[in-house]
């Protein structure tokens, strides 16, 4: 008798800076999303593929669930519950060291998955993330009686994504729930982003990381032009990062242009890395006032769907 092939969707929810993206890459294994110590950094649904031997998992990350407004939050709104109508496997990761210590915030900060998820049928893992941070593992019991009150059909799963401890148990047990059904995808594809978003998130990634506590939210990468070499040749983009005050520029740009050259060099680092060949990478900052309430330009740099 042969082999039956399983291949499913996973959408991997929760509140921001749970370590959904951090998760993704360790379970596929590379990174395809931007991973930043802020939250609600992740803007787009990224598809992650994951392929072992007649199993196919598709993983659908997600921003994180807030109640903040704005044309952008309301997209990223959107992308969550689209998401979570075409999964088949729901996995909600928490960080555990946040509600170990505060387990009084799990309503607050989860309540609109709590009502969403008391009634879904689907399978779900709830994944509590972060356990490297605390030493006593006997402080998450409390927390585990209170989840399993919350959700007492989803499987329980504490790991740290950071370190991979735990990873191959869940990537195991993901796999094991799969559905029936043909591979969507081929095995060797690991992501359905193009290059270009990708190229773009790294951009803003570095952003992210080096401006710190100072960087605006109001930041979009959009990659203005893109001259491909021939192979082993010198590829060149250009990209265009639109902040939302003038304020921003000065702060991005930095003395001298010292802070815009660090965040090109690393980036160009990563990029050159990603494509597997030279890069020259021009990068230039511009003030375009409110483009997080822009309908039209979020349609243009691929944060808005038609219609959204």
Not at 65 to 93: C, F, N, P, Y
Request: proline share 5%; charged share 25%.
């Amino acid at each position: 008798m042969d082999k039956q092939n399983h291949c499913g969707r996973v959408a991997l929810i929760g509140p921001p800076n749970a370590g959904k993206s951090t998760l993704l890459n360790a379970l596929l294994g590379q990174k395809i999303t931007i991973v930043t110590p802020k939250p609600q950094t992740t803007r787009n649904q990224i598809v992650g593929i994951l392929s072992e031997g007649d199993d196919q998992a598709i993983f659908l990350d997600t921003p994180g669930l807030t109640e903040q407004h704005g044309r952008l939050s309301k997209t990223m709104t959107q992308a969550i519950w689209s998401t979570l109508r075409e999964a088949d496997i729901l996995v909600l990761v928490i960080d555990g060291n946040l509600y170990v210590r505060n387990q009084e915030l799990l309503e607050t900060d989860l309540g609109p998955l709590i009502k969403a998820l008391s009634v879904d049928e689907r399978s779900m893992v709830l994944v509590v993330n972060k356990i490297d941070l605390f030493a006593d593992k006997n402080l998450m019991l409390p927390l585990f009686v209170k989840l399993n009150e919350i959700w007492p059909k989803a499987e329980i799963f504490p790991l740290s994504a950071l370190a991979k401890d735990g990873l191959d148990e869940l990537r195991k047990l993901i796999l094991k729930k799969l559905p029936v059904g043909e591979f969507e995808f081929p095995k060797d594809q690991v992501s359905t982003q193009p290059v270009r978003f990708m190229v773009a998130e790294i951009i803003r990634e570095k952003l992210f990381l080096y401006l710190r506590q100072e960087v605006p939210y109001g930041v979009a990468v959009d990659i203005e032009a893109w001259d491909e070499g021939a192979e082993g040749e010198q590829t060149i983009i250009h990209a265009l990062i639109y902040v939302a005050k003038a304020a921003y520029k000065g702060m991005i740009i930095g003395h001298g242009g010292a802070t815009l050259k660090k965040i090109g060099s690393e980036a160009r680092a990563e990029i050159q890395e990603l494509l597997e060949q030279k890069v020259h990478l021009e990068l230039w900052v511009k003030v375009r006032d409110h483009w997080t309430e822009d309908p039209a330009f979020l349609r243009d740099i691929g944060l808005l769907t038609e219609g959204g």
